[in-house]
């Protein structure tokens, strides 16, 4: 059972829509992370939420941490081709200096 | 350029056969950590390092080892490979705040 629970698992759209991706959890969470994987490659740190309640921007990603600190939700705006990859949420353990990480959301965009 | 180095990058290997994956960085991190990543798991922490000749198990350790003589290298030693071993391995760097990783490219594990 992953502690971290990631909504869709796979998102294939066309170029220029909107898209938005969770993650859940029944555990507090000290932060949460966003990340991005391309294929062969490690992944990206796209941005660190702390606060509940917290929102950030990054160009035409959102990203939202909920006001209870379990969940988060990454919104992108008008995506493009080079937005395809994994996107993956990693929990800050509040039991430990560890992150916990989700499955992880395949995102395909098609130009 | 800062980065985090592994190798190899791709290894087929069978059942038994002793391996080690190597990790290096030169960011002069202290702390060093293992993942696996499998599809529908995510990533798992296999082994992880706060320091030179520090280390500790994470979330999945059973089957693996690991070392750390000195900073910028933490070997993955497989001393016995099995097929459930099969996987995407990634080594991760961290400074003061050990929740801002740096990964490495990866290295795709098979295992017959």
């Known amino acids: 059972t992953q502690l971290l629970e990631q909504s869709p698992q796979f998102l294939s759209i066309q170029e220029g829509e909107n898209l938005t991706v969770y993650c859940n959890s029944s555990?507090?969470?000290?932060?949460l992370q966003w990340y991005r994987q391309e294929p062969g490659e490690g992944p990206v740190l796209l941005v660190t939420?702390?606060?509940?309640?917290e929102v950030k921007k990054l160009k035409r990603l959102t990203f939202q941490f909920g006001d209870a600190r379990k969940d988060s939700s990454l919104h992108i705006t008008a995506a493009q081709p080079g937005d395809t990859g994994l996107y993956l949420c990693?929990?800050?353990?509040?039991?430990?200096?560890?992150?916990?990480f989700g499955a992880g959301t395949i995102l395909r965009v098609k130009s | 350029e800062a980065q985090v180095t592994q190798n190899p990058r791709y290894l087929i290997t069978v059942t038994g056969k002793k391996l080690t994956v190597t990790c290096s960085q030169n960011?002069?991190?202290?702390?060093m950590s293992w993942y696996r990543q499998d599809p529908g798991l995510g990533l798992r922490q296999i082994y992880y390092?706060?320091?030179?000749?520090?280390?500790d198990k994470g979330d999945v350790p059973e089957g693996y080892k690991v070392s750390r003589k000195e900073k910028r290298n933490f070997p993955l030693i497989l001393e016995s490979p099995s097929p459930n071993q099969t996987s995407l391995y990634f080594c991760?760097?961290?400074?003061?705040?050990?929740?801002?990783?740096?990964f490495g490219p990866g290295t795709r594990l098979t295992v017959l």
């Open positions: 990693a929990g800050e353990w509040e039991y430990g200096n560890k992150l916990v």
């Open positions: 555990s507090v969470f000290s932060s």
């Open positions: 939420v702390v606060t509940g309640g």
């Open positions: 960011m002069n991190h202290e702390y």
């Open positions: 390092s706060m320091n030179v000749e520090v280390t």
């Open positions: 991760a760097t961290a400074s003061d705040d050990v929740l801002t990783q740096y």
